[in-house]
């Protein structure tokens, strides 16, 4: 399952997909806005889901995924924040926004497995996770966590803020509260909901994430 979007010259808008992944956009100005719902995968038991994306003008670029519980709970398994500044930077004639250009979604009833991958210009971040499921607990845990091949330890936070107005496309690791029990991410509205909850509680709750935005 892919999916991909492509923000270029003029504002033109690429979404090809493959079984998964939908967006609302709007070409009437320029930048491109995006909204999009990612791949979803699900058991009779689980269900998870990766690639949101939430992209408007004057608002902070968010990538997330999620998963439900046997126990009905909802939980964010990652979250990626771009500052708006990255958005100016980005939609300018000669330069490009790709996101999940790798994307790919699977769970085999006992680990999900999740791969994203976005591009700005040129740079890359690779994210490549793991979940293994715990029915007894209702429970998951990241046995494979890792960014650009580099194993990340979870326990420091599942919030990464991301900075691709550097050559190198730095990225930081923070840990914060996340919205959790919030309803289905089955539209484009839902995940725009979530997506303004998300930068609500975090700039409220979240000194660094204050901080970044505010930059």
Same mark, same amino acid.
């Given at each position: 399952?892919?999916?991909?979007?492509?923000?270029?010259?003029?504002?033109?808008?690429?979404?090809?997909?493959?079984?998964?992944?939908?967006?609302?956009?709007?070409?009437?100005?320029?930048?491109?806005?995006?909204?999009?719902?990612?791949?979803?995968?699900?058991?009779?038991?689980?269900?998870?889901?990766?690639?949101?994306?939430?992209?408007?003008?004057?608002?902070?670029?968010?990538?997330?995924?999620? +998963?439900?519980?046997?126990?009905?709970?909802? !939980?964010?398994? +990652?979250?990626?924040?771009?500052? =708006?500044?990255?958005?100016?930077?980005?939609?300018?004639?000669?330069?490009?926004?790709?996101?999940?250009?790798?994307?790919?979604?699977?769970?085999?009833?006992?680990?999900?497995?999740?791969?994203?991958?976005?591009?700005?210009?040129? =740079?890359?971040?690779?994210?490549?996770?793991?979940?293994?499921?715990?029915?007894?607990?209702?429970?998951?845990?990241?046995?494979?966590?890792?960014?650009?091949?580099?194993?990340?330890?979870?326990?420091?936070?599942?919030?990464?803020?991301?900075?691709?107005?550097?050559?190198?496309?730095?990225? !930081?690791?923070? =840990?914060?509260?996340?919205?959790?029990?919030?309803?289905?991410?089955?539209?484009?509205? =839902?995940?725009?909901?979530?997506?303004?909850?998300?930068?609500?509680?975090?700039?409220?709750?979240?000194?660094?994430?204050? !901080?970044?935005?505010?930059?």
């Amino acid at each position: 399952m892919k999916n991909w979007l492509n923000l270029a010259t003029l504002g033109t808008f690429l979404l090809a997909s493959s079984g998964c992944g939908t967006a609302i956009f709007d070409k009437s100005s320029y930048p491109i806005e995006v909204v999009g719902v990612g791949c979803r995968v699900a058991s009779s038991d689980w269900s998870f889901s990766c690639g949101h994306v939430f992209m408007k003008k004057d608002e902070p670029i968010l990538v997330f995924g999620t +998963y439900d519980t046997p126990t009905g709970a909802r !939980e964010i398994s +990652y979250l990626w924040i771009f500052s =708006n500044s990255t958005f100016e930077n980005y939609q300018t004639e000669d330069q490009q926004v790709n996101h999940g250009e790798s994307e790919s979604l699977s769970f085999d009833g006992d680990v999900a497995a999740m791969r994203n991958k976005i591009t700005v210009h040129g =740079n890359n971040i690779d994210l490549d996770v793991e979940f293994k499921t715990n029915d007894e607990s209702s429970t998951v845990q990241a046995t494979k966590f890792t960014i650009d091949g580099k194993d990340i330890d979870t326990s420091k936070g599942l919030v990464f803020l991301v900075n691709l107005a550097s050559d190198a496309g730095n990225y !930081e690791q923070v =840990n914060a509260k996340l919205p959790s029990d919030f309803p289905a991410l089955e539209t484009t509205g =839902n995940v725009e909901t979530l997506a303004r909850q998300i930068i609500k509680k975090l700039k409220n709750e979240n000194v660094r994430v204050r !901080e970044f935005l505010a930059d």
